[in-house]
């Protein structure tokens, strides 16, 4: 049997993790990986995806619980997972989408203190055998490249600060 290594993977569960929240504007968020930036809510790529495209739509504020939104960020983030779906329908010709949250770490949510949305995007066929069988996921491009193929199609909101 052949063992192929997923060491990004690796890198996330083992490597040291900074303080302050990956998400918020004034901690540690990775600038390099925000597609939309504005108020109330940005998109930044998964830096380790589950799928190439794979976005996250996350309220600026800082907050974990689904009732602690205001009726803005609501709207704010309903609107801006409608406009990444059809981005990535019409831009990367995604067949399907999966849209979901993980609230709490015991329904999976890997950052449990700051919500986010993903947008998986997926095609026929992109599930293949390696996560079956080697328990491997085959990103077929690199983050970065997907960042700069997907940019120029997010509008650049006027952020007053």
Known sequence: ME?????????FIKG???EGCVFCRDSIRDENLVLFD???VFVIMNKYP??????LVIPCR????????????????????????????????????????????????GIEDHLHIHLVPRWGGDANFMTTVS???VVPQDVCDTY??????????????
Do not use: W
């Not at 063992?3 to 890198?11: L, T």
């Not at 700069?148 to 600060?161: D, G, I, M, N, V």
């Open 3 to 11: 063992i192929i290594y997923a060491q990004s993977r690796m890198e």
């Open 148 to 161: 700069k193929s997907l940019l120029p199609h997010f509008q650049k909101p006027s952020r007053e600060e």
């Open 16 to 18: 040291e993790k900074s």
């Open 62 to 109: 800082h907050v974990s619980s689904l009732e602690d939104l205001t009726e803005e960020e609501d709207l704010a983030l309903m609107k801006t997972t409608k406009m990444c779906a059809a981005i990535l329908k019409n831009k990367m010709h995604a067949e399907g989408i999966n849209i979901g949250m993980n609230l709490g770490k015991a329904a999976g949510a």
């Open 135 to 137: 328990c491997t996921r």
């Open 50 to 55: 589950y799928n190439t495209g794979h976005l």
């Open 38 to 40: 504005d108020m109330c």
